[in-house]
């Protein structure tokens, strides 16, 4: 069954994620999972279904990952390609992809777990990983005041108290951002993804402190009466309004509503004010990812 709120528990993030995915040519879409000795330990994750075996592709098939991609008709820059097969790339090869952090975590290996037996990273639910689950299964994490979660189509599948979480961080070398890594109080860590980096920058951001759900009663005046005129004219069947305070201070307010066009489930609604009630664009870093 779905997750339920405990007394005085309030949601605050909800968005679909999984195990992270190796954007480098040695790693290209794969993953590995290791204790704190880089020892594989996917044969020790108890009832997980087998999955691929990981390997680090060498020279031949880096070359043959950027022939597909080639194929596909997306180009990388010449210089970026030859640095990232001889293994040295710091550059954004390809749009959307960040600096490099940590070559042994990230072109060297790949690992989306890392977690001695008992810790609590190792006990993250083999739903995660998208090459275990079957298709059309889709993983969410849910952040409440109190826990974090993790669901799988309905049924919760792992949770741990806030408290565990010690730090979040966005990964820059990844497609638009959408990594992040938790670590965990007692050291053990996840690389995750989310589908859309607004999310991964918002789930960070809550789990850090940069960004806060308000309530109405916390907007100024001028605040509320944009935020009334907004739900007044917001369509039949809206969500109600979440509102945020960003990390430069601004609010936003974001809605979903029943999507108008044919095929739409649902569109997104809102708008980034200042403390006047006026519609500003947002700072940046304030939504989606920074540059880095």
């Known amino acids: 069954?779905?997750?339920?709120?405990?007394?005085?528990?309030?949601?605050?993030?909800?968005?679909?994620?999984?195990?992270?995915?190796?954007?480098?040519?040695?790693?290209?879409?794969?993953?590995?999972?290791?204790?704190?000795?880089?020892?594989d330990i996917e044969a020790e994750l108890p009832s997980w279904p087998e999955g691929r075996t990981f390997a680090v592709r060498h020279l031949p098939g880096r070359v043959g990952v950027?022939?597909?991609?080639?194929?596909?008709?997306?180009?990388?820059?010449?210089?970026?390609?030859?640095?990232?097969?001889?293994?040295?790339?710091?550059?954004?090869?390809?749009t959307g992809r960040g600096k490099l952090e940590e070559r042994e975590n990230e072109v060297d290996d790949f690992p989306v777990m890392w977690a001695d037996a008992d810790d609590i990273a190792r006990g993250l639910p083999w739903q995660l990983d998208p090459s275990r689950r079957p298709h059309g299964y889709v993983t969410e994490m849910v952040l409440t005041t109190h826990r974090l979660l993790v669901v799988g189509s309905g049924t919760a599948l792992w949770e741990t108290p806030r408290d565990n979480i010690a730090e979040a961080a966005v990964k820059q070398f990844s497609f638009g951002h959408k990594d992040f890594r938790l670590t965990f109080r007692d050291g053990s860590w996840a690389r995750l993804t989310a589908n859309v980096s607004d999310h991964t920058t918002e789930l960070v951001g809550l789990l850090t402190g940069s960004h806060h759900r308000?309530?109405?009663?916390?907007?100024?005046?001028?605040?509320?009466?944009?935020?009334?005129?907004?739900?007044?004219?917001?369509?039949?069947?809206?969500?109600?309004?979440?509102?945020?305070?960003?990390?430069?201070?601004?609010?936003?307010?974001?809605?979903?509503?029943?999507?108008?066009?044919?095929?739409?489930?649902?569109?997104?609604?809102?708008?980034?004010?200042?403390?006047?009630?006026?519609?500003?664009?947002?700072?940046?870093?304030?939504?989606?990812?920074?540059?880095?």
């Open 214 to 292: 308000l309530s109405e009663s916390e907007l100024s005046a001028e605040q509320r009466d944009r935020l009334s005129s907004f739900t007044t004219s917001s369509p039949a069947g809206a969500t109600p309004p979440i509102i945020t305070r960003l990390p430069s201070g601004l609010v936003r307010v974001q809605s979903t509503a029943p999507g108008r066009e044919r095929g739409v489930v649902s569109e997104s609604r809102g708008f980034v004010m200042d403390e006047a009630g006026r519609d500003v664009p947002p700072a940046p870093g304030d939504i989606g990812p920074s540059k880095a």
């Open 66 to 94: 950027y022939v597909g991609t080639a194929v596909s008709g997306v180009f990388a820059a010449a210089w970026g390609i030859l640095a990232d097969l001889l293994g040295g790339s710091t550059i954004d090869t390809e």
């Open 1 to 39: 069954m779905d997750w339920h709120p405990e007394p005085g528990e309030k949601a605050l993030a909800r968005y679909p994620v999984s195990f992270a995915t190796g954007t480098a040519a040695s790693v290209d879409g794969r993953r590995s999972f290791r204790d704190r000795r880089r020892n």
